[in-house]
């Protein structure tokens, strides 16, 4: 960046900041120093600081934690685009982590008003419930939860192995062929923040998926529930002329 007497001094010390960052002087989780301290090392007011930091934090680059003090943010261990459709269990093996599962619940039970409308069901139609958390190498990363209309499955069908495109491919016949997404961010969930052994200030990353066989029926809805502080995900955008 090229600076100039015109450039805004909060600038300059956020490209100081992030080159700390880039170059190993301020490590991933590492505590910044009190606001005096840092002001005083980067020759700049509190004031201009605060404004560098805040711009950061809004970056995603740092994270303050009340009453602790302000961190680096660690780097997400798993990334990809979210255009592209993939299992978790292809996501955990491409970082060349061992991916594991801890089956919580699974059976057929009553829908509710979501599974109906998003599955195209009746209302006396039954689902598929799987509950499950997927780990890699053993460190809990995912809660997930999947729904299967039951005319879809025989009755004595049965998650076999992690990946649960697998076996809908094996023991069903059926092939996913697409998913809708939508995806948004909740802050902490008693419950499945405490599944994930995640921190009261991680939010958790939710992706909810309509999956979709080759015939466009919709096959499998799905709410996966993601560690932020290890999973991102992005997009390709490209400009249409």
Same mark, same amino acid.
């Given at each position: 960046?090229?600076?100039?007497?015109?450039?805004?001094?909060?600038?300059?010390? *956020?490209?100081?900041?992030k080159a700390k960052i880039k170059?190993?002087?301020?490590?991933? +989780?590492?505590?910044?120093?009190?606001?005096?301290?840092?002001?005083?090392?980067?020759?700049?007011?509190?004031? @201009?600081?605060?404004?560098?930091?805040?711009?950061?934090?809004?970056?995603?680059? !740092?994270?303050? $934690?009340?009453?602790? +003090? %302000?961190?680096?943010? $660690?780097?997400?261990?798993?990334?990809?685009? *979210?255009?592209?459709? #993939?299992?978790? %269990?292809?996501? !955990?093996?491409?970082?060349?982590?061992?991916p594991g599962t801890k089956l919580?619940?699974?059976?057929?039970?009553?829908?509710?008003?979501?599974?109906?409308?998003?599955?195209?069901?009746?209302?006396?139609?039954?689902?598929?419930?799987?509950?499950?958390?997927? @780990?890699?190498?053993?460190?809990?990363?995912?809660?997930?939860? =999947? $729904?299967?209309?039951?005319?879809?499955? =025989?009755? =004595? #069908?049965?998650?076999? +192995?992690?990946?649960? #495109?697998?076996?809908?491919?094996?023991?069903?016949?059926? @092939?996913?062929?697409?998913? $809708?997404?939508?995806?948004?961010?909740?802050?902490?969930?008693?419950?499945?923040?405490?599944?994930?052994?995640?921190?009261?200030?991680?939010?958790?990353?939710?992706?909810?998926?309509?999956?979709?066989? @080759?015939?466009?029926?919709?096959?499998?809805?799905?709410?996966?529930?993601?560690?932020? =502080?290890?999973?991102? #995900?992005?997009?390709?955008?490209?400009?249409?002329?």
């Open positions: 960046m090229d600076y100039n007497y015109q450039t805004p001094r909060y600038l300059v010390v *956020i490209e100081q900041i170059e190993g002087e301020l490590e991933p +989780g590492e505590r910044l120093p009190s606001e005096t301290d840092f002001s005083k090392e980067l020759h700049v007011s509190r004031n @201009t600081l605060r404004e560098a930091l805040r711009i950061l934090e809004e970056e995603n680059i !740092i994270i303050r $934690k009340h009453g602790v +003090g %302000t961190f680096v943010n $660690k780097k997400p261990i798993f990334s990809g685009g *979210i255009e592209e459709l #993939f299992s978790i %269990t292809d996501m !955990i093996k491409r970082e060349e982590k061992v919580l619940f699974t059976g057929f039970v009553d829908p509710h008003g979501d599974d109906i409308s998003e599955l195209e069901m009746n209302q006396n139609e039954k689902v598929m419930l799987v509950k499950r958390v997927r @780990t890699a190498n053993q460190d809990p990363l995912v809660y997930c939860i =999947d $729904k299967i209309p039951a005319k879809l499955l =025989d009755k =004595d #069908f049965a998650m076999h +192995g992690q990946s649960i #495109f697998d076996s809908l491919q094996n023991d069903a016949g059926i @092939t996913i062929s697409y998913a $809708k997404a939508d995806i948004k961010t909740i802050g902490y969930h008693e419950e499945i923040s405490n599944i994930l052994k995640c921190e009261p200030d991680i939010p958790l990353l939710v992706l909810k998926q309509i999956h979709y066989d @080759t015939m466009d029926k919709p096959i499998l809805y799905s709410l996966n529930f993601f560690r932020s =502080d290890q999973v991102s #995900f992005n997009v390709f955008r490209k400009r249409i002329l």
